[in-house]
C-alpha cells in the first residue's frame, strides 16, 4: 500500500526516475580480488574504525523531508527523530540511540541480529513494525559511521561495477550483499562509492529488504564534509540521504555534532 501511495506521488509530481544502477542480485560486477583491495584500501583511508575502537560515541542533529515523513512514518519517525545521542561498541556488537524530537526521547538498544529493544518516553514498544524500523535505522547507521571498515567484516560476494564520478569525484562502485541484512532482512546489497583519489567513502548505496513496506526500494548517502582525528581516522560530517526508488527525492539531510573515541573526545559543536 506505501509503494502505491508513494507511486502515486511520483506521478503527481513528476520526479524522474533515478540514473544510479539499482543495488540488488541482478547487478554484476567483476575483479572480486580488486574489489576487496579497494574497500581495503577505503577502510585503511578513515582509520579502520570497525577495528580499532571499543567504544565510539557521536551525535547528529538533521531534518526530514516532507515527503520522506508521507512515505514512511514508521522508520522517519520525525516526532522523535531530530538529534540523537548514539554509543557503538564494535566488539560486542552494541548499538544504543537516544534520539530526540518534540514527543519526546526514543531508546533504541541495538545488537545485531537478533535483538532489538525500543522504548518511547521510558515505555517499551512491543509493536513488530516499530521495533523491525529500530534495527533497519540503527543497522544502517552503523554503517554510515564506520562504513567500508563494517562493510569489510559483513559483507561478502564483492565485486567491481565501471568506475563512475560521485560530486565531481572519481570512485571506484563496489558492490556486494550483507548477510543478514539490514534489520530484520535476511540479506541486502550495496553499491559502494570509494573515491580513487583519497580513499574515502563518498557515497552509499543499499537495499531495504527489512520491511515489508520498504522491501524493493532502495536509498543512497553522500558523505561530505569529513573530520580528522587527532589519530588520524576520518570521518564523514555531514549526510545527505535521497531515497532512489520507487521514487527519487530527498529524504534527510543531517550533520554530525559531537564525536570521542574510547573516551577522548574529537569534538563537540554544542
Not at 25 to 47: D, I, K, N, T, W
Not at 67 to 84: D, G, V, Y
Not at 109 to 137: H, M, Q
Not at 212 to 225: L, Y
Request: with cysteine; net charge positive; hydrophobic share 40%.
Amino acid at each position: 500500500m506505501k509503494f502505491i501511495i508513494a507511486l502515486a506521488v511520483c506521478s503527481l509530481l513528476s520526479v524522474s526516475c533515478s540514473s544510479l544502477p539499482r543495488p540488488g542480485p541482478a547487478l554484476v560486477g567483476s575483479s572480486p580480488a580488486e574489489a576487496r583491495a579497494a574497500l581495503q584500501r577505503s577502510a585503511a583511508a578513515h582509520g579502520d574504525p570497525w577495528e580499532r575502537y571499543r567504544k565510539v560515541e557521536v551525535s547528529y542533529d538533521g531534518e526530514w523531508t516532507t515527503i520522506a515523513t508521507k512515505i514512511q512514518p514508521i522508520i522517519t519517525n520525525p516526532e522523535f527523530r531530530k538529534s540523537s545521542e548514539e554509543i557503538y561498541q564494535p566488539r560486542s556488537g552494541n548499538v544504543r540511540q537516544l534520539h530526540r524530537g518534540p514527543s519526546g526521547v526514543k531508546e533504541v538498544i541495538r545488537v545485531r541480529p537478533a535483538r532489538t529493544e525500543v522504548k518511547f518516553n521510558g515505555k517499551r514498544s512491543d509493536d513488530p513494525e516499530v521495533n523491525g524500523a529500530a534495527a533497519l535505522v540503527a543497522d544502517a547507521y552503523t554503517v554510515f559511521l564506520f562504513g567500508p571498515s563494517w562493510l569489510l567484516a559483513n559483507g561478502r560476494d564483492f565485486s567491481l561495477l565501471p568506475d563512475a564520478t560521485c560530486e565531481g569525484e572519481a570512485c571506484h562502485l563496489v558492490i556486494g550483499r550483507v548477510v543478514p541484512g539490514f534489520g530484520n532482512s535476511a540479506d541486502d546489497h550495496f553499491v559502494a562509492w570509494v573515491s580513487k583519489k583519497s580513499g574515502l567513502l563518498r557515497r552509499f548505496q543499499f537495499s531495504l529488504n527489512g520491511m515489508e513496506s520498504t522491501r524493493g526500494a532502495d536509498v543512497d548517502v553522500v558523505f561530505s564534509d569529513y573530520r580528522t582525528a587527532a589519530d588520524g581516522s576520518v570521518w564523514p560530517g555531514h549526510f545527505v540521504e535521497r531515497i532512489q526508488r520507487p521514487i527519487l527525492a530527498k529524504a534527510h539531510d543531517w550533520r554530525m555534532t559531537s564525536l570521542a573515541l574510547d573516551g577522548r573526545v574529537v569534538f563537540r559543536d554544542r
